[in-house]
């Protein structure tokens, strides 16, 4: 799921006018208007303009949007000029409220914001307008070349003849490329593949984690630890993390050595792919396996041999390293997944994608009774399926909101006719169309796939899937792990040797991390290395 990246203070001034209309025009309801000024982008803007609406400044406005934060509302715009006016009117959709005309009269600080799209020509005919990653992880708040203004304080009335006037006049500063220490490196290629197929230039990069002393023993190759997730350029473990003990563990005499890596591969659609080869996405799948992890191992002394490539990560990553183990059973060693997203879509989430009718809410005839988002572990609704939706339409429509299920729409479902991803379900009232549904069993319900084709997956794979989670999970996670453990314990020819683990009562994202990973991850590479293999060179 969905991790914030971390807070950028907004600053910088912003244009607050008074358009003047003919009183006639007060008939048209509610409306903001938002420009952007020449001095912050000097060409036309193909994109989207919103207004954050908040009764405090503490943050900016536009920080405080998210899924039940502030009032958040959005507008395309297609080539709009600099000082060119765009007119958020309560025809556009917003999240919490979905209109303006829901906004009471009062004072408010607002702030504009435009997200800027980029036109992709791809290789499967479509064309398409998505936001280009600037290498901050698809988060449209904080992503380089973005526009925004300071926050202002204005009376806003719905019934008003003339509208509120709004000025992006500031530019968010590029993000420089974090430099190299003695144990942490980085590196960013362009992938000719995935150029080629978007028509832009699309980059994929690492951040690898050195054992201690790696330069004194030139000689000595490591297993890797491939650690999946969001993007992120921090070190792999939480090495570079103050007071989290890794790398006091990581440095310390007697600690087994090993190569960490965490992959970087956002795409137009999210802060990372989820690593497969997709109808929307492209082939990420065959950029990172053949062109990311053969850099990896030309620049760093990794043991190329499967025992020794090992899979883990959390949430998304945990649902990576269960796909990436099924889609490449004979490369990677054994794969740690915790908390992993929807292992069977009968659980996706709350929402079974192939009988349920509606994924926002359940018709008892009389009421209909809302479905749960998020819980905590004592069983108190933090979100429901409905917000955490809305707040992605308002931000962004055809799947382009940056957010956790427009992704998936992204990298599991087919394209529509317009080159964007065919819904799941409709956005804004849940409706499932169950024929995009057998679209995802078919390709990327991972506990399908594992089932129907377990009789060549099964030997390749029986002792290498673990699994952990909370049976507390706060987006009900659990249910897909227990579904994929039902069949695993059915599973026969052979029968399952892996392991699953339950953590009463713990919420998203149970696992084992830090030492605890490494201890487990040598414990069973010293259980399942084949003979002859170098158990001791990487151990000093």
């Given at each position: 799921?969905?991790?914030?990246?971390?807070?950028?203070?907004?600053?910088?001034?912003?244009l607050?006018?008074l358009?003047t209309?003919?009183?006639?025009?007060?008939?048209q309801g509610?409306?903001i208007?938002?420009?952007f000024s020449?001095?912050?982008?000097?060409?036309p803007?193909t994109g989207?303009?919103?207004?954050a609406?908040s009764?405090?400044?503490?943050?900016?406005?536009?920080?405080?949007a998210?899924?039940?934060?502030?009032?958040?509302f959005g507008?395309?715009v297609?080539?709009?000029?600099?000082?060119q006016?765009?007119?958020?009117d309560?025809d556009?959709?917003?999240?919490?409220?979905?209109?303006?005309?829901?906004?009471?009269a009062?004072?408010?600080?607002m702030?504009p914001?435009?997200?800027?799209?980029?036109?992709?020509?791809?290789?499967?005919g479509?064309t398409v307008?998505?936001?280009m990653?600037?290498?901050e992880g698809?988060?449209?708040?904080?992503?380089?070349?973005?526009?925004y203004?300071?926050p202002?304080?204005?009376?806003?009335?719905?019934?008003?003849?003339?509208?509120?006037?709004?000025?992006?006049?500031q530019?968010i500063?590029?993000?420089p490329?974090?430099?190299?220490t003695?144990y942490?490196?980085?590196?960013r290629?362009k992938s000719k593949?995935l150029?080629?197929?978007?028509g832009?230039?699309i980059y994929?990069?690492?951040?690898?984690l050195?054992?201690?002393d790696?330069?004194?023993?030139?000689?000595?190759r490591?297993?890797?630890?491939?650690?999946?997730g969001?993007?992120?350029t921090?070190?792999p473990g939480g090495?570079?993390r103050?007071?989290?003990?890794?790398?006091?563990?990581?440095?310390?005499?007697?600690?087994?050595?090993?190569?960490?890596?965490?992959l970087?591969?956002?795409?137009?659609?999210?802060?990372?792919?989820?690593a497969v080869?997709?109808?929307?996405?492209g082939?990420?799948?065959?950029?990172?396996?053949q062109e990311?992890?053969?850099?990896?191992?030309?620049r760093?002394?990794?043991i190329?041999?499967p025992?020794a490539r090992?899979l883990e990560?959390?949430?998304t990553g945990?649902?990576i390293?269960?796909?990436?183990?099924?889609?490449h059973p004979?490369y990677?060693g054994?794969?740690f997944?915790?908390c992993?997203?929807a292992?069977d879509?009968?659980?996706?989430q709350?929402?079974n994608?192939?009988?349920?009718?509606?994924?926002?809410?359940?018709?008892?005839?009389?009421?209909?009774v809302?479905?749960v988002?998020?819980r905590?572990?004592?069983?108190?609704?933090?979100?429901?399926?409905k917000?955490?939706?809305?707040?992605?339409?308002?931000?962004g429509?055809h799947?382009?909101s940056?957010?956790q299920?427009?992704?998936?729409?992204a990298?599991f479902?087919?394209?529509?006719?317009?080159?964007?991803?065919?819904?799941?379900?409709?956005?804004r009232?849940?409706?499932?169309?169950?024929?995009?549904?057998?679209?995802?069993?078919q390709?990327?319900?991972?506990?399908?796939?594992l089932?129907?084709h377990?009789?060549?997956?099964?030997p390749?794979?029986t002792?290498?899937?673990?699994?952990?989670?909370?049976?507390?999970?706060?987006?009900?996670?659990?249910?897909g792990?227990?579904a994929?453990?039902?069949?695993l314990?059915r599973a026969?020819d052979?029968?399952?040797?892996g392991s699953?683990?339950y953590q009463?009562?713990?919420p998203?994202?149970?696992?084992?991390?830090?030492k605890?990973l490494i201890e487990?991850?040598?414990?069973?590479i010293?259980?399942h290395?084949?003979a002859?293999?170098?158990?001791?060179?990487?151990r000093?």
């Amino acid at each position: 799921m969905t991790t914030p990246l971390p807070f950028l203070r907004l600053a910088g001034a912003a244009l607050l006018a008074l358009a003047t209309l003919p009183a006639a025009h007060a008939a048209q309801g509610p409306r903001i208007r938002v420009s952007f000024s020449p001095k912050a982008h000097a060409q036309p803007i193909t994109g989207r303009v919103y207004v954050a609406v908040s009764r405090s400044n503490q943050t900016p406005p536009i920080e405080q949007a998210d899924i039940t934060g502030v009032p958040l509302f959005g507008h395309d715009v297609t080539a709009l000029a600099p000082g060119q006016v765009a007119t958020i009117d309560s025809d556009d959709f917003g999240a919490p409220l979905t209109s303006l005309r829901q906004l009471p009269a009062g004072d408010y600080w607002m702030q504009p914001f435009v997200n800027v799209y980029t036109e992709f020509k791809r290789a499967d005919g479509h064309t398409v307008w998505l936001h280009m990653d600037q290498w901050e992880g698809q988060d449209f708040k904080h992503s380089p070349g973005n526009l925004y203004g300071k926050p202002v304080k204005v009376h806003y009335d719905p019934a008003a003849a003339t509208p509120v006037a709004l000025v992006a006049d500031q530019v968010i500063a590029p993000i420089p490329f974090p430099k190299d220490t003695p144990y942490v490196r980085r590196f960013r290629i362009k992938s000719k593949l995935l150029s080629d197929w978007w028509g832009q230039p699309i980059y994929l990069g690492a951040t690898v984690l050195l054992p201690k002393d790696y330069d004194r023993h030139p000689g000595v190759r490591y297993p890797v630890i491939y650690e999946q997730g969001h993007f992120s350029t921090r070190a792999p473990g939480g090495f570079d993390r103050p007071k989290s003990g890794f790398r006091d563990y990581w440095l310390a005499d007697g600690t087994p050595r090993y190569i960490m890596v965490s992959l970087q591969h956002p795409s137009p659609y999210y802060d990372d792919s989820y690593a497969v080869n997709s109808a929307n996405e492209g082939p990420y799948d065959d950029a990172i396996h053949q062109e990311l992890l053969p850099e990896v191992q030309k620049r760093f002394r990794t043991i190329e041999a499967p025992w020794a490539r090992i899979l883990e990560g959390g949430s998304t990553g945990g649902w990576i390293a269960m796909a990436q183990m099924l889609f490449h059973p004979d490369y990677y060693g054994g794969t740690f997944a915790s908390c992993p997203d929807a292992l069977d879509f009968r659980h996706h989430q709350v929402v079974n994608i192939y009988e349920d009718a509606n994924a926002y809410w359940l018709d008892k005839g009389w009421v209909k009774v809302e479905r749960v988002d998020t819980r905590q572990p004592d069983g108190n609704v933090e979100a429901m399926m409905k917000d955490e939706n809305w707040y992605e339409l308002a931000v962004g429509d055809h799947d382009r909101s940056g957010g956790q299920w427009d992704i998936w729409e992204a990298a599991f479902g087919p394209v529509g006719a317009d080159g964007y991803p065919r819904r799941l379900w409709d956005k804004r009232s849940g409706a499932i169309d169950h024929d995009v549904a057998r679209y995802w069993k078919q390709h990327f319900d991972l506990r399908y796939l594992l089932e129907t084709h377990w009789a060549a997956l099964g030997p390749k794979v029986t002792d290498k899937i673990h699994i952990y989670v909370g049976d507390a999970d706060t987006y009900n996670l659990n249910m897909g792990v227990r579904a994929m453990d039902a069949f695993l314990e059915r599973a026969h020819d052979p029968s399952f040797h892996g392991s699953i683990t339950y953590q009463p009562m713990a919420p998203h994202c149970w696992g084992p991390r830090g030492k605890a990973l490494i201890e487990t991850v040598t414990h069973y590479i010293d259980d399942h290395a084949p003979a002859g293999a170098d158990l001791t060179g990487w151990r000093y």
